[in-house]
């Protein structure tokens, strides 16, 4: 026995097919929203009156000559070889998360040979956004470094 395609079940097919979309829109949304810690700058037009000032400071830092290499240990410590960085010089981390709930921390360094540094605890597994900051004098240097 066939059946007629009534108004009925052309309703039931656009209410389905929409109400699937909807939801689908809906949980990537929700997805979205919750993967996402913050905002990049607070104020886009602010940052723009900064972005002047940030070029000079990333070439006064350039002009430095300093670099430093992290590496990620077996332990999870972290060990950074400092190169043309001064004797004395206050190596310093802070450590993001780049992606999800914000999570922030920050890493001291104890000397491990010369011109390397290692981490005074481990760093918890996953994705890192690493700031290191070098300090002697009124001299400072800073470099962002992603590890996992």
């Known amino acids: 026995m066939k059946s007629e395609f009534t ?14 979309v909807i939801a689908v829109n809906l ?11 913050g905002v990049v700058v607070e104020n886009s037009y602010v940052a723009s009156q900064k972005y002047n000032g940030w070029l000079d400071e990333a070439r006064r830092e350039k002009a430095l000559g300093w670099n430093v290499e992290l590496t990620r240990q077996a332990g ?4 950074l070889i400092l190169q043309g960085v001064p004797a004395g010089a206050e190596v310093t981390a802070q ?17 491990a040979g010369p011109d390397r540094l290692a981490s005074t605890a481990p760093v918890a597994p996953g994705r890192w956004i690493v700031r ?7 001299d400072r240097w800073t470099r962002e470094v992603h590890i996992e």
């Not at 949980?27 to 810690?37: D, Q, Y």
């Not at 992606?99 to 104890?110: A, R």
């Not at 290191?132 to 009124?138: E, F, L, Y």
């Open 95 to 111: 450590l993001r998360r780049p992606l999800g709930q914000p999570e922030m921390t920050e890493l001291s360094f104890v000397p």
């Open 27 to 37: 949980s990537m949304a929700a997805l979205a929203t919750r993967g996402f810690g």
């Open 76 to 79: 999870g410590t972290l060990d």
């Open 132 to 138: 290191i900051a070098v300090a002697s004098g009124d």
């Open 7 to 20: 108004g009925r079940h052309m309703t039931a097919v656009l209410v389905g097919g929409f109400g699937i």
